[in-house]
């Protein structure tokens, strides 16, 4: 009996292996960590069954690289290594990209109270790329959830109302109304989330003892170098 040929699944080492292609240059070591593990998650989702690309997780994509490469050097590198991430699990960083602006852009405008009513009723369908990936999720048979997701989805809350982003109280009561309308766990949900807060605190620090190392340093060759010219005066 003849059977037909198997597409092989793509392993990480496949996909790391892809992404150096892409991208040749060095990858600053404190940030290195971070591209790696948001590449393997990438990787991860891409070869599972039940995963499908939406736009709400191409924000969360988008969020997480810039906000954990902040202030990399050099920052022309920082465009190549996106694309070469997205690339390396066959993914479009162009559509990424686009998908992200269109989800900031029309959270700007959205009333969370209407979106929670209109998403009460998903036969109805949505009226923009944001309710109709919503409606997508809620009507999913199977949905595919992802810390990726989340933080797409806190993107969005938070740039449709900026104040739950300070108001822990008034934050877990939204993302506990979305989590029960999408049919997600909001205690996985809300733990990401405060996992993914801590870790840009604990980059924000991070970054914060190396500027002042530099600055430290620079003062250091700038001490030495008025020594010297004092000397040779």
Known sequence: MKFGSVDKIRTVSDSKRDFYTRHTRPINSVYRRVVEELL???HLLSVNVDFHYDPIYALGVVTSFEKF???????EDKPNIFNALCQAVNGNPEVYRRDAENMIAIAKETNI????SQLQN???GGNNQLSDSL???INAPKFKYSRLFAIGLYT????AQPDMIKEKEKR???LQKFSE????SSEKLQKDLDVYRGNLDKMDQLLKVIEDALEAEKKKRQQKEQEKQTTLQ
């Open 135 to 137: 409606v997508s999720v």
């Open 113 to 116: 109270d209407s979106l929670l």
């Open 156 to 159: 969005i809350l938070a740039e």
């Open 181 to 184: 309308i999408l049919h997600l």
């Open 69 to 75: 490469m902040e202030g990399y050097r050099p920052g």
């Open 122 to 124: 998903p036969a109805m």
């Open 40 to 42: 393997v998650e990438m």
């Open 172 to 174: 877990e009561q939204i």
